[in-house]
């Protein structure tokens, strides 16, 4: 896999736009919600563009460098996945000349910007759809769509019954992908974009276009205006066949979020949180897993803090686990500082800048896990490996190795403390050799013989390297 080397060094942080920073009232809607309001649908807070351009101190202050923005263009929804016009961004964000001004300071900083790509479906105000709605039969668009009969109702209620539309959504009318002017539209959109110095795509539901020719042509014609480019898929399944040469860098890795979360509330023991781990190694290689985007939160999921219950050591290991593999880790906006929220919408709350609310903790921790990924070349490169479990049951032990080097990485699930044993790196370990935990805290370590003794406590865990 031709990963661009850049994903690799990156920490990404998802941005909600109409969420995450008011930085401009003028482009507020008149129906514009205060700011904090319970999320919707259909009522924005007034989010844009130059809000994340002033907070980009903030992003760098935690040690992000790498930003994934959902959909910024024209659009009648919060979401913005039924989009208007792909050239267009939305006047409640900015202007064009708004997105090259953030692009432009994004870059200097030596930060990225990957676009959310939503290339399966449209909105009904699209303007080939549109041409439908006026035209029926007779719009030179008929075939852009999967029409099966007119009227097409597209707004009266229930689920489309006369075209194609995402999950039945009237909103989301579906693209015919077949139709070779369909193809060369999306693609030259997604080209366009590239052009104007965006540093990747996040593309959604990509499984919905289930054609191999459509993506490798995409690939194509987009890495070759920039063969750095970061093409990530949202595929929430292990499915080998979409990351490759012809397909993606990398895919959202929802089953490892699942297994981690699973393992911490309990839902699946430590050997069934193994047995995930090495189907994911097996489905997608070690080299494929250095393009996989890491999450615990997104705005499809329930806030990471609630499904932990606000457990705090809970969250200290969530993150641990998710920093230690191999791929770009990515925290969702308001996640760091313990912002909760349950199933869409609430999962899009607004951020939190009164630091009052913050849970100052939990971002230190993340700021910690950050700087220490970023110092720490074995946690970007290292190859990954699983060791199996001995002695206490619920301590997951990994190691990222490379160079003739090696990180250990131990997570004690228990509630109750454990002692672990670990073989020493040198089959005569000098005497003066120790063993460090890069996170800082203060474990009991002592050496027996060709052995590291280590006591972890319940819910708690460590990236221990061997110094001289």
Same mark, same amino acid.
């Given at each position: 896999m031709n990963i661009p080397e850049w994903v690799k060094d990156s920490i990404f942080y998802q941005i909600f736009p109409d969420r995450f920073a008011n930085g401009n009232t003028e482009n507020d809607p008149p129906n514009v919600q205060p700011w904090g309001s319970a999320p919707d649908p259909v009522h924005f807070q007034g989010g844009d563009l130059a809000g994340i351009e002033q907070k980009l101190d903030y992003l760098q202050d935690l040690g992000i460098n790498a930003i994934?923005?959902?959909? !910024?263009?024209?659009? #009648?929804? @919060?979401?913005? +996945?039924? @989009?208007? =016009?792909?050239?267009? !961004?939305? #006047?409640?964000?900015? @202007?064009?000349?708004?997105?090259?001004r953030l692009l432009k300071k994004v870059h200097q900083r030596g930060m990225r910007i990957v676009l959310d790509g939503v290339f399966n479906h449209c909105g009904r105000g699209f303007f080939a759809f549109n041409d439908l709605l006026e035209n029926g039969r007779n719009s030179p668009y008929l075939d852009w769509f999967h029409i099966r009969g007119f009227p097409l109702n597209a707004y009266s209620r229930g689920k489309a @019954?006369?075209?194609?539309? %995402?999950?039945?959504?009237?909103?989301?009318?579906?693209?015919?992908?077949?139709? /070779? &002017?369909?193809?060369?539209?999306?693609?030259?959109? &997604?080209? +366009?974009?590239?052009?104007?110095?965006?540093?990747?795509?996040?593309?959604?539901v990509p499984n919905e276009i289930d054609d191999d020719e459509f993506w490798g042509e995409f690939r194509q014609i987009v890495k070759s205006a920039n #063969?750095?480019? +970061?093409?990530?898929?949202?595929?929430?399944?292990?499915? &080998?066949?979409?990351?490759?040469?012809?397909?993606? =860098?990398?895919?959202?890795?929802?089953?490892?979020? /699942? &297994?981690?979360?699973?393992?911490?509330?309990?839902?699946?023991? !430590?050997?069934?949180?193994?047995?995930?781990?090495?189907? !994911?190694?097996?489905?997608?290689?070690?080299?494929?897993?250095? *393009?996989?985007?890491?999450?615990? *939160?997104s705005h499809d999921t329930e806030r990471v803090k609630t499904l932990l219950n606000g457990n705090a050591q809970k969250l200290r290991l969530a993150y641990l686990l998710m920093f230690a593999f191999p791929g770009t880790p990515a925290i969702y906006y308001?996640?760091?500082? *313990?912002?909760? *929220?349950?199933?869409?919408? =609430?999962?899009?709350?607004?951020?939190? %800048?009164?630091?009052?609310? %913050?849970?100052?903790?939990?971002?230190?921790?993340?700021?910690k896990l950050i700087q220490i990924r970023r110092e720490t070349p074995l946690l970007r490169r290292g190859k990954w490996k699983l060791l199996e479990p001995t002695q206490c049951d619920g301590v997951v032990r990994m190691a990222r190795e490379g160079g003739g080097e090696k990180l250990l990485i131990l997570a004690n699930l228990n509630s109750e403390p454990c002692w672990i044993s670990l073989p020493a790196e040198t089959e005569n370990p000098l005497p003066h050799q120790t063993l460090r935990n890069l996170l800082g805290d203060q474990f009991p370590i002592e050496k027996n013989q060709n052995h590291w003794e280590i006591s972890l406590p319940g819910l708690s865990g460590g990236y221990f390297s061997t110094a001289f």
């Open positions: 994934y923005l959902n959909p !910024i263009f024209l659009s #009648p929804s @919060t979401h913005r +996945y039924n @989009t208007v =016009d792909y050239y267009r !961004i939305d #006047p409640k964000l900015g @202007t064009l000349d708004d997105f090259r @019954t006369r075209y194609e539309a %995402w999950w039945g959504f009237k909103s989301l009318p579906k693209f015919n992908t077949n139709n /070779s &002017a369909v193809r060369r539209y999306l693609i030259e959109v &997604a080209r +366009y974009w590239v052009e104007e110095g965006i540093d990747g795509w996040r593309l959604d #063969p750095n480019v +970061y093409l990530v898929g949202e595929i929430w399944d292990l499915l &080998a066949r979409w990351v490759n040469e012809t397909h993606f =860098d990398g895919v959202m890795h929802y089953p490892l979020r /699942s &297994a981690i979360l699973d393992v911490l509330r309990g839902g699946i023991g !430590i050997n069934d949180f193994y047995l995930r781990l090495m189907q !994911i190694e097996e489905t997608y290689g070690q080299d494929a897993l250095f *393009g996989m985007y890491l999450l615990l *939160g308001g996640d760091e500082v *313990g912002l909760e *929220g349950g199933k869409d919408p =609430d999962c899009r709350r607004a951020f939190p %800048w009164n630091e009052n609310g %913050w849970d100052r903790d939990l971002r230190q921790w993340i700021q």
